[in-house]
């Protein structure tokens, strides 16, 4: 039976011509079209569009009155007539003006090493030297009134310290100070109060 299948399949290789190809056509494809370029070229040039007009606005335009400057203002001409600034390396500073009213004022610090809480990273305080700052200063100035005023103060470990004659003082208290009981032996075997 497979005698008959070979000889089968022999027979129908013989029957089949040799030459047998299949026609291939070449594909054609239609010719590209491409947009024409945003911008102009000799080829494309760029479109002309008239200037627009527009109509003027039916509104007229407001006319706002000049600025009115109370003539009784006598602090308008106030300027400044001296001013300095300095920063330096070590962290120290100066500055200081002076205005056309006699208005002045100057201040300076410094940097300085103080015992103080330090925190470290985790929240930790410790108790150490840090660095901070110490301030001084003054300022003068002429009330409406025409009354002069000075004050100067100091900014430094002990705190911010004003001096003027126009602050107030905390009244002085005098009282006695109470007297603490005194204990007498009583008996030898404790105290008597009296």
């Known amino acids: 039976m497979k005698l008959f299948f070979v000889a089968a399949f022999l027979a129908i290789a013989a029957a089949a011509p040799s030459s047998y190809k299949p026609e291939y056509k070449a594909p054609s494809y239609p010719a590209p079209s491409y947009p024409a370029p945003k911008y102009p070229t000799p080829s494309y040039p760029a479109p002309k569009y008239p200037t627009p007009s527009y109509p003027a606005p039916a509104y007229p335009a407001p006319a706002y009155p000049a600025p009115a400057y109370n003539k009784d203002n006598k602090y308008a001409d106030i300027t400044i007539t001296s001013q300095s600034d300095e920063r330096n390396l070590d962290g120290s500073s100066q500055w200081s003006y002076a205005q056309s009213d006699y208005t002045t004022r100057e201040e300076s610090q410094v ?56 602050l107030p003082v905390a009244p002085v208290h005098e009282y006695e100070l109470p007297v603490a009981p005194v204990h007498i032996p009583f008996n030898g075997k404790g105290y008597k109060i009296y």
């Open 111 to 166: 940097q300085k090493k103080m015992q103080g809480v330090t925190y470290d990273s985790y929240g930790k305080e410790s108790y150490g030297e840090v660095l901070g700052n110490t301030n001084k200063g003054s300022s003068y100035w002429v009330s409406p009134e025409g009354q002069k005023f000075t004050l100067t103060w100091a900014a430094d470990e002990a705190g911010f310290q004003p001096k003027g004659d126009h």
